[in-house]
């Protein structure tokens, strides 16, 4: 075999081998999984500054976004924008904030239930406000209550903004592990 014969097969079969890699990982990466990588304190001290994230984009497909979730969506002011956030009312609900406390009133609980958000630390929530939620609409807040743009600033979260839900931190490694979301009484 000749060189020049040589040296086409091995690039024929590297041209396979990239073509084959993207078929694979561009599926994945724009409808599976994406990267995310925070930035700012919102949402300390649960999620820090530059920590790496891996985004679920696939299972909202099939099922709605639960109280509790944190998600990455698209600033409603500025689609450009990506922001984390914690998802506290939903759809049909009203959330009240009043006296450090949020409160939560939907079908299960029509006189209204505090929510107990045990991630917080003991950190209250500013703000004095009682908003019903629109259909395909969430209520979102950052975890550092007192350093967050979030729902109370700059309204509801509409559904179609959401581009998935933070599953695993990759980075710092000491922080490694999938992000679980807390269980409440309130889902009916």
Do not use: C, H
Not at 25 to 49: K, T, W
Not at 97 to 109: A, L, M, R, T, W
Not at 119 to 137: C, R
Not at 157 to 171: C, E, F, H, S
Request: no cysteine.
């Amino acid at each position: 075999m000749t060189k020049a014969k040589s040296a086409g097969s091995f690039l024929l079969e590297l041209l396979k081998i990239v073509l084959i890699s993207l078929a694979i990982i561009i599926p994945v990466r724009y409808y599976l999984i994406q990267p995310f990588i925070v930035r700012g304190s919102s949402m300390e001290s649960n999620f820090y500054n530059g920590e790496y994230l891996i985004i679920d984009e696939i299972s909202y497909r099939f099922d709605d976004p639960e109280r509790g979730d944190v998600i990455v969506f698209k600033y409603p002011k500025d689609t450009s924008q990506y922001y984390i956030k914690r998802i506290i009312g939903l759809s049909q609900e009203t959330v009240e904030i009043i006296d450090g406390e949020v409160i939560i009133y939907n079908n299960k609980y029509p006189e209204g239930k505090k929510l107990e958000e045990t991630y917080l630390s003991g950190i209250e929530t500013p703000g004095d406000l009682k908003i019903t939620i629109v259909d395909n609409s969430y209520f979102v807040l950052g975890d550092n209550r007192r350093a967050s743009s979030d729902s109370r600033v700059w309204g509801l979260l509409p559904k179609k903004n959401i581009i998935g839900k933070v599953w695993v931190r990759g980075l710092p490694p000491n922080r490694l592990g999938v992000i679980r979301t807390p269980e409440y009484e309130f889902n009916y």
